[in-house]
């Protein structure tokens, strides 16, 4: 079992060059596409908790009219609020979020992956 899992969109540059350079820094992750595979609300605000990051923080503001929904509302909801709606709305999630037992980082500059992966090279 890998030790390291990217919350992917392989429709994304960026997750496909933060995917890339954890594969170049000898780790083959637990890949999983998000849209396809949705994280659970528990899940998501789990991840939140561990990337020191508000739910905000994890919303692909402009995504939300293309998910259908109203960003003035949206973008007013508190942050519990928010996880279930980012839950039923995977397409609301910013990527790439990548796990790995040094931490956990939303990799948007790719370059916070060495964060938490020293030995990747972007």
């Not at 739910?55 to 279930?84: N, Q, T, Y």
């Not at 910013?94 to 796990?99: A, K, Q, T």
């Amino acid at each position: 079992m890998s030790t390291v899992t990217i919350w992917h969109n392989p429709a994304c540059g960026t997750s496909r060059g933060v995917l890339a350079a954890i594969r170049a820094a000898g780790h083959e992750p637990a890949v999983v596409e998000y849209l396809k595979t949705p994280p659970t609300r528990d899940s998501l605000a789990a991840a939140c908790a561990a990337a020191g990051l508000a739910p905000a923080e994890l919303l692909r503001r402009k995504s939300i009219a293309a998910a259908g929904l109203d960003p003035d509302a949206v973008l007013a909801l508190d942050a519990p609020a928010l996880l279930d709606t980012l839950a039923a709305h995977p397409l609301l999630i910013e990527r790439p979020l990548v796990f790995t037992p040094d931490g956990v980082r939303l990799c948007r500059p790719p370059e916070r992956l060495r964060e938490i992966l020293p030995a990747a090279m972007l």
